[in-house]
Each structure stands twice: as structure tokens, then as C-alpha cells.
């Protein structure tokens, strides 16, 4: 027979339900019957214990709770006795008290009216995800706020501490990925970066951005932006505002590298971003530029390298095929271990070639193991470099341009 116990496990699933009946406005929800079972115990002793629980935890006895309708049963184990036909919730202030759940009931049906009140393009999204939305009930006035914010103000380039609200940065880091799926309704289209997963950067935050290094390997290109160092470190949204016609981009993967590469007419090095070569797209100039990528010859390197060609699908790529492996193969060490989950998209074959090898075997030809003779020729051969010097170590980039 059913139990007290039981019953309040059962209620928090009713509960569940009932608010998503309510939401789609549902106003027939009670009585509601609690699924039970009303045998009575496998002796007289047990049975009249179970339906004393039964009873003193009920509305009957406690004027709220469930309720139970009873039954006169004659049977040849237990005799002539009551013993329950049905269990159910009258009201949903029933419910709500023996699960205690009348304040956060409250809380959740004025966060939802308000809602819809304020933003009424959301109501589809409460209806899907009712689960999440009690969670964030508590905080709705914070949320609210910034929806507002950002419905008045889109992309405002500020950092989210200098936003005029009056939550702190914090709550918006908190609450990113709800604050994410609602910005994304209540915005237009063209106010939201659909490709971009940074919160920030999807929805035109500043934030703390990393310093690009970068070389100038034509004085020609410097003296055009103005800039007195051939080398220094800039901020991504800085070097992206630069206006840089008919030039080549030289992306390496090592900052020594960097600083060794020869001049080259109309080129510009950036280096050091590893993983976060991705960050590139935000460099308007790149699309209008001849881009070339040079990273370490392994598994991660080719995987930078194509996630470079995926945002700038003409990057040619240097000393990254087969020819380079077999030439230089006696320089190269045991790779890091971590292996890509499968062969990285938008290689040449030569490179997808080269990829599976130092995949397979563990295979790792650093940059810098490249000897620099082969540099030289390589960029005079394929860029047209000068075959001066490269730059003195003692000029590496401490400068740094805000």
C-alpha cells in the first residue's frame, strides 16, 4: 500500500508536470489523481499500520495534502476493513504544501509573467525549458536588466564591468549560457556573431584580448601605418584595425622564427598564437591579404593549419608536405602524444600525407629545427624575399602598441 513517503516522491514528479501545464495554461490540472498502490499489506497487523500512516499524513487529518478516498473491503485474509480506492490532489496548493514548494512556485509563476511581459519573443523558449528557467527564477530581475540593456544598446564595445547595470561582471559570467540563449531571440540578426561561441565576442563585449606579435618584414608596410617598431606585440583588436592594402601575411607558429625571417616585399610576420590562430578572423585586412602559414611539422600543426584555411581558404602553407618530412625527417623528435581525433579537414594531399605519418609514428619537426639556409631559400623561391639579415634578438618586441 501506498505510503506518505511515496506519496511526496510522486508529488515532486506531479510537480515538474504541473508546471509545464501551467505555462501552456492549463487551467483543468486538478484534482489529480497520484498513481498508487492500494493493496493492503500481506497481514491484518501490517495493513491496519499501513492505513494509519495513510490517514495521519492526509489533508483529512492535516487540512492540506493529499487526499485519499477509502473503501469498505471484506476480504478473507484482512476482514471487513476501510482501505484506499484513490489518492489525489485536490488543489495545487495542496501539492505545493507537502512538497514545500509554494515560495519557489510563486517566485516561478511571477519570473514567467514577467517575462512575457517584458520580452514576449521568449515565451517559446520558457515552454521548452522549464527545468532551466526555475533555476534562474531567483535572479530574473538581474537578467532582466541586462536583457534590456543589450536589446537598447547592442555590441556596445564596452567590458562587461563598465556596463551601467547593477550587477556585477560576475552575474553576467554566470549566466552566460542562459543570457546567451536569450540574446540570441530577443536581438536581430545582424547584432549577433552566429559563429562565434565567446560570449563577449558574439555579442560585441570588449574583453581581455591577447597581444599579437608581429614583424614587419618590408619597412615600406611600416612606414605606411606609421608604426616606428619593426617588431612589437599588439592587442588583436588594434592589429584588426589596421589598413593594409596588397600585402602577404606570414603566420609562424614560433616567436623565434619570427625574428628570424628574412625581409620580404609587402609582408607582414605574425607569430606566436599556437591554438589560438582562430582569433585571425577578427583581422579584417587578412581577407584582402595573401596569407601563408608555417607551423610545427605534426599532428598540431596541421591542425592549426586548417583551422587557419577554414577562415581564409587560400592560406598556402610552408615546409608543412611530405617533401619537407623526408628532407628533414632525421631532425625531428617524438611529438606530444595527444592525437587529434581524426585527420584535420582542408589539407592538400601532400599535407594530409605528412599528417598521417607524424600522426602515426609520434612524429615531431619543430620550427626552429628548420636549418635557416633552407629558410632563406625557401622565401626567396616562393615570396620573393630579400636575403638580407633578419632581425637582432636584441629588438625582439618589449614595445607594445595599445
Not at 471487513?80 to 509563476?109: C, H, M, Q, W, Y
Not at 532551466?132 to 530574473?140: G, S
Not at 537598447?152 to 552566460?176: G, Q, T, Y
Request: with cysteine; charged share 25%.
Amino acid at each position: 500500500m501506498i505510503q506518505p513517503e511515496d506519496i511526496s516522491r510522486k508529488a515532486l514528479a506531479i510537480y515538474r508536470e504541473y508546471l509545464r501545464a501551467w505555462v501552456q495554461g492549463d487551467g483543468q490540472y486538478f484534482p489529480r489523481r497520484v498513481p498508487a498502490q492500494r493493496d493492503p499489506g500481506p497481514d491484518v497487523v501490517t495493513a491496519i499500520d499501513q492505513v494509519r500512516r495513510l490517514r495521519e499524513g492526509s489533508k483529512e487529518v492535516l487540512g492540506y495534502g493529499y487526499s485519499v478516498e477509502w473503501k469498505e473491503v471484506q476480504s478473507r485474509r484482512h476482514g471487513k476493513n476501510l482501505f484506499p480506492s484513490k489518492v489525489l490532489f485536490a488543489t495545487e496548493l495542496d501539492l505545493l504544501r507537502v512538497i514545500g514548494k509554494e515560495r519557489e512556485f510563486r517566485r516561478f509563476t511571477e519570473a514567467v509573467t514577467r517575462l512575457r511581459a517584458e520580452f514576449p519573443e521568449l515565451d517559446s523558449w520558457v515552454r521548452s525549458n522549464i527545468g532551466v528557467f526555475t533555476d534562474a527564477a531567483p535572479d530574473l530581475d538581474g537578467l532582466v536588466e541586462v536583457l534590456r540593456y543589450f536589446k537598447e544598446h547592442p555590441r556596445p564595445n564596452l567590458f562587461a564591468r563598465e556596463l551601467p547595470l547593477s550587477v556585477d561582471s560576475k552575474f553576467i559570467e554566470r549566466h552566460e549560457r542562459l543570457l546567451s540563449q536569450w540574446l540570441d531571440v530577443i536581438l536581430p540578426p545582424h547584432e549577433v556573431r552566429a559563429d562565434e561561441d565567446h560570449f563577449a565576442r558574439r555579442y560585441g563585449l570588449r574583453y581581455h584580448e591577447p597581444d599579437i606579435f608581429v614583424r614587419f618584414l618590408d619597412p615600406a608596410v611600416q612606414a605606411e601605418l606609421g608604426i616606428p617598431y619593426e617588431a612589437l606585440a599588439v592587442p588583436l583588436h588594434t592589429m584588426g584595425g589596421w589598413t593594409i592594402r596588397n600585402v602577404r601575411a606570414m603566420i609562424v607558429e614560433n616567436r623565434v622564427n619570427l625574428m628570424t625571417l628574412p625581409k620580404c616585399t609587402r609582408t607582414v610576420a605574425i607569430g606566436g598564437l599556437g591554438n589560438g590562430a582562430s582569433l585571425l578572423r577578427y583581422v579584417s585586412w587578412l581577407q584582402h591579404a595573401r596569407v601563408c602559414y608555417w607551423g610545427d611539422l605534426d599532428s598540431e600543426g596541421f591542425v592549426i593549419l586548417s583551422r587557419v584555411r577554414s577562415i581564409y581558404p587560400a592560406t598556402e602553407s610552408l615546409f608543412m608536405d611530405c617533401a619537407t618530412l623526408d628532407l628533414f625527417r632525421h631532425l625531428a623528435g617524438q611529438g606530444s602524444g595527444r592525437r587529434p581525433p581524426g585527420p584535420p579537414a582542408n589539407l592538400t594531399p601532400s599535407e594530409a600525407e605528412a599528417f598521417r605519418i607524424c600522426d602515426e609514428e609520434g612524429l615531431r619537426l619543430e620550427q626552429e629545427r628548420i636549418p635557416q639556409a633552407a629558410v632563406v631559400e625557401a622565401f626567396a623561391h616562393r615570396l620573393g624575399a630579400r636575403h638580407d639579415a633578419p632581425m637582432s634578438s636584441s629588438l625582439v618586441a618589449s614595445k607594445r602598441q595599445v
